[in-house]
T-cell receptor, first 114, second 113 residues
Framework: AQSVSQHNHHVILSEAASLELGCNYSYGGTVNLFWYVQYPGQHLQLLLKYFSGDPLVKGIKGFEAEFIKSKFSFNLRKPSVQWSDTAEYFCAVNAKSSGDKLTFGTGTRLAVRP | DTAVSQTPKYLVTQMGNDKSIKCEQNLGHDTMYWYKQDSKKFLKIMFSYNNKELIINETVPNRFSPKSPDKAHLNLHINSLELGDSAVYFC????????????FGPGTRLTVL
């Protein structure tokens, strides 16, 4: 069964600091990978996704993520965070053999101090 | 606007009641889902329907019964509500064969008293 781990449960940064959120998954086959963001009181929105090709994926709002197959990782990065990036971030994996099932990590709560 | 919509947005009810949450998507997707997000923000899939057929049914109590009248709607009916059912329920949709990128609704916050 596929599983997703997000080791940083709560991250606090000052504006302009760099961000890296870890995501590791356990599944040996072909996967699609996603990062979703949930702003306070809102629904989940897709930040970026990886299906195939260039392992460095650029998303919205200056976010990017790198798929490292050998490490089963898909870490999210942003060079300079803003106060408006305060939100909950979820990594998710879809193993192609599992059909439409999307498994989410437990989320990382990011608080950015102005 | 094209979107996934849910009603109601908030639902407060007593233990033992029966309630329904409705979901509609006008994205033309063929697959719809229900997720439960608990107080710790953990998101867990409950059900998935593809073209009105049940595809995923996780270990959810049978008090929860999804119904899909057509591929644009997936409703969730909950019988005999319990305190532990309090959570935010999200509906989502996707188009099969497109990597399972899912689009989420705004959520329904259910509070059972």
């Amino acid at each position: 069964a596929q599983s997703v781990s997000q080791h940083n449960h709560h991250v606090i940064l000052s504006e302009a600091a760099s961000l890296e959120l870890g995501c590791n998954y356990s599944y040996g086959g072909t996967v699609n990978l996603f990062w979703y963001v949930q702003y306070p009181g809102q629904h989940l929105q897709l930040l970026l996704k990886y299906f195939s090709g260039d392992p460095l994926v650029k998303g919205i709002k200056g976010f990017e993520a790198e798929f490292i197959k050998s490490k089963f990782s898909f870490n999210l990065r942003k060079p300079s965070v803003q106060w408006s990036d305060t939100a909950e971030y979820f990594c998710a994996v879809n193993a192609k053999s599992s059909g439409d099932k999307l498994t989410f990590g437990t989320g990382t709560r990011l608080a950015v101090r102005p | 606007d094209t979107a996934v919509s849910q009603t109601p947005k908030y639902l407060v009810t007593q233990m033992g009641n029966d309630k329904s949450i409705k979901c509609e998507q006008n994205l033309g997707h063929d697959t719809m889902y229900w997720y439960k997000q608990d107080s710790k923000k953990f998101l867990k899939i409950m059900f998935s329907y593809n073209n009105k057929e049940l595809i995923i049914n996780e270990t959810v109590p049978n008090r929860f019964s999804p119904k899909s009248p057509d591929k644009a709607h997936l409703n969730l009916h909950i019988n005999s509500l319990e305190l532990g059912d309090s959570a935010v329920y999200f509906c989502a949709s996707s188009e099969s064969g497109r990597g399972n990128e899912q689009f989420f609704g705004p959520g329904t916050r259910l509070t059972v008293l």
